[in-house]
């Protein structure tokens, strides 16, 4: 049990994190829960609900595109895009907010407005994340990025991928065990697509055991992701076949939460690898 501020997500089995993207220009559902230039709380609240029904454990909400290129967001703008939701949603849902934030600021303020789980693609290295996010004492998603948004697919190299992130990692686990958050809190995160070809998505998801066995819940996110695009060629609308393979693959691998933005499709085909899991012979 991952305890999220009086929620609680049960990683018995594999769980579904739904995406929840409030930036009007993210690459794969950008814009959508807009009316005009405005973000549409009823709109917003509803796609939630769905994916609650549809068998979300956590909902990944998100104000900051990390889209290669994408403009950098102020503080403010990120604080409200995301905080009415968070609000909401903590406040009508029985589901765990996540939110993705890399600001200390806006990780101080979404745990006053109900968050369960903070999920920093910065893994808490901006000054004073560390010290907010463990103020907070909820728990918290580390996950591993090569460069930064704006350059990190230009070129990005490796001598050993799994290796470089298992141990980048481990540094940011130290880094929180340092400023007094538990071990038992965090969740960990290859970061797929963050700083990698698609050499190093495939052989990350190879070599996912090896980061299952660090101890700690691993957090995978494939949906959609442009791997998919680059070895399919297919548009980010028709990756939803793909992304159920890559899944599955992680959750065989030892991934204990699934961020999706497909979650009744997602959570249908975690449930067949459940099943498998769980029979018996009578
Ligand atoms: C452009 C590129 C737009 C990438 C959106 C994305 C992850 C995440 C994202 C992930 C965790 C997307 C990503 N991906 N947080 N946030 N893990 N923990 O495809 O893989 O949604 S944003």
Known sequence: MLNCAGRSVDL????IM??????????SDGGTLYRGEQLDLDLALARAADM????AAI????????RPGAAPVTVAREMQRVLPLVERVSAELDVVVSVDTSSPEVITAAAGAGAGLINDVRALSRPGALDAAAATGLPICLMHMLGQPDDMQAAPQYDDVVTEVEEFLLQRVAACEAVGIARESLLLDPGFGFGKTVAHNLLL??????????GLPLLVGLSRKSMIGKLLGR???????????LAVMAV?????IIRTHDVGATADAVAMWVAMQEVGES
């Not at 018995?12 to 769980?15: G, L, T």
């Not at 609650?52 to 068998?55: I, K, T």
């Not at 909902?59 to 990390?66: F, M, P, R």
């Open 52 to 55: 609650v029904a549809r068998g």
């Open 18 to 27: 739904g995406v929840i993207n409030t930036t009007p220009d993210s690459f």
């Open 252 to 256: 065989e691998r030892g991934a204990a």
């Open 59 to 66: 909902l990944d909400i998100g104000g900051e595109s990390t």
């Open 235 to 245: 548009e980010v609308d028709q990756r939803l076949p793909a992304s159920l393979a």
């Open 12 to 15: 018995s089995r594999p769980a």
């Open 205 to 214: 998801l190879r070599g996912l055991p090896r980061l299952a066995d660090l």
